[in-house]
């Protein structure tokens, strides 16, 4: 494997709004050892962490369903997208942040989360890396309604729904989240439920 030879001439901050968008100008060594100069802007919203929550017994799964703003920009006509739970890592680590954000999100409060991978979402443009989790879940743990917090200003419907109905969505197109298919396909694959 060919590990090639970065020198970063420059790193400019275009923003810091929200998160960091960064145009970063550098020096790539090329398989003939030729160099190119290269600029690339990058956006660094931190880390995070998803998890698909399932219940063996009764053959179901917890997704949430929220508007998000760049899929509405970008074809998706009312904004509202299934996924999974997830939130970013902040000073979390993964497993401390998706039991946090489960309990957040969709009221049941873990205790044992299952690491399944780590993922580079979109490693063209984002710098994200993505903790993906299954955790089992019965009623009895559910101790809230869930949806979100006040102060993050977020309203997520929390869905419970068949692991069937839920992997059927995948192909009819009413699932497009990608960190929710590969959780989705992995339970599949592994036969958890």
């Known amino acids: 494997m060919h590990i090639p030879e970065i020198k970063i001439k ?27 100069t ?33 899929t509405y920009l970008n074809g998706n006509k009312t904004g509202m997208l299934i996924e999974v739970c ?5 000073q979390d680590n993964p497993e401390q942040c998706i039991i946090r954000e489960t309990e957040e999100e969709t009221g049941y409060r873990l205790t ?11 490693p063209g443009a984002v710098t994200e890396i ?24 977020e309203n997520i419907e929390v869905l419970e729904m068949t692991f069937d109905e839920a992997y059927a969505m995948i192909a009819s197109g009413e699932i497009k989240d990608a960190k929710t298919i590969m959780l989705l396909q992995h339970a599949k694959i592994q036969g958890l439920i």
């Open 38 to 70: 290269q600029k690339r802007e990058v956006y660094d919203r931190g880390n995070g962490a998803a998890i698909l929550l399932y219940n063996k017994e009764n053959k179901t799964v917890i997704l949430t369903r929220q508007f998000r703003l760049p």
């Open 86 to 90: 997830a939130g970013l890592l902040d």
């Open 112 to 122: 044992t989360v299952n690491k399944v991978m780590e993922t580079y979402m979109s």
């Open 10 to 36: 420059e790193n400019q901050v275009l923003s810091d709004n929200w998160y960091l968008l960064n145009k970063v100008t550098f020096d790539f060594k090329k398989n003939d050892n030729s160099w190119i």
């Open 130 to 153: 993505l903790y993906l989790f299954t955790g089992e879940y019965d009623q009895s743990m559910q101790v809230s309604e869930g949806g979100g917090l006040e102060e993050e200003q």
